[in-house]
């Protein structure tokens, strides 16, 4: 309703101006399209006003179980050195990284699925600000469809303890290549829901129901499965193998 009064303030105040500019001689004929005007408003608030007592509200929601078919594995090595031990910590770095991506590969995981980034370093102090060192790491990350084999070897360090190598991070994140196509799913399951709801509203209150006039979907919430959690901003989890996927959808419907 504001749109329509702020229209009519602006008209007449075109009007005002336009008659103070010409005189008298133009009153009548600005009184005429003035009355025009308002009454013209005045029909689409009233229009307006109307449209919004017959249609109809609902929200619809749904949900689904489903379980992922990718995932990450994250990696971060650390090695300490001393102050003057710095090329050698590089040397020995090297020299893990490349044990690890040949073990990786006698265990069936291809080259192509890992991806190693730069060596970091910094300086290491003690509590009295005199430097006894440097702190080397280095990121791997193993992205593979086999979540059984990538499980197994994420939870046996051996291989990383034998050779003495600090695991500073090591975690799995599961994802699931086909999203799109399940979002697409779960929208049109959310929109028979909102039709569902809308037909059994309308049916009890005695009307009929019109075509549906606009509908808006939510964020959706990929949770842990029976999960109750819920954000504005939607949610993503990432530490669970088995996941669960819900939106909602506000619809809104003509009733004849």
């Not at 007449?12 to 005429?32: E, H, T, V």
């Not at 593979?144 to 939870?155: G, R």
């Not at 500073?168 to 399940?182: A, G, H, I, V």
Request: net charge neutral; glycine share 6%; aromatic share 12%.
């Amino acid at each position: 309703m504001k749109y329509p009064f702020i229209i009519a303030i602006l008209a007449l105040f075109a009007i005002w101006s336009w008659d103070w500019i010409k005189g008298p001689k133009s009153k009548f004929n600005l009184l005429g399209i003035a009355f025009i005007i308002g009454i013209s408003i005045f029909s689409l608030a009233f229009w307006q006003s109307r449209q919004a007592a017959t249609s109809l509200r609902v929200v619809g929601y749904s949900s689904k179980l489903f379980e992922s078919d990718l995932v990450k594995w994250n990696i971060s090595l650390q090695k300490m050195v001393g102050t003057n031990e710095l090329n050698q910590g590089y040397k020995d770095m090297s020299a893990d990284i490349k044990a690890f991506r040949d073990f990786l590969a006698a265990q069936g995981i291809a080259p192509d699925e890992i991806s190693v980034q730069p060596i970091t370093s910094y300086q290491r102090y003690d509590n009295n600000g005199y430097m006894t060192g440097y702190n080397l790491s280095q990121s791997v990350f193993i992205l593979s469809e086999d979540l059984n084999k990538i499980e197994d070897l994420a939870l046996n360090p051996d291989f990383f303890a034998e050779r003495g190598m600090v695991l500073n991070d090591s975690r799995l994140e599961y994802l699931y290549t086909k999203l799109p196509e399940l979002k697409q799913e779960l929208l049109a399951a959310a929109t028979e829901d909102a039709l569902a709801r809308a037909t059994e509203i309308s049916g009890s209150a005695k009307t009929s129901l019109g075509k549906l006039r606009e509908a808006r979907a939510g964020v959706f919430q990929i949770t842990e499965p029976y999960s109750t959690e819920v954000s504005d901003y939607g949610i993503y989890n990432t530490g669970t193998k088995q996941k669960s996927i819900s939106v909602t959808l506000t619809a809104y419907f003509n009733l004849k």
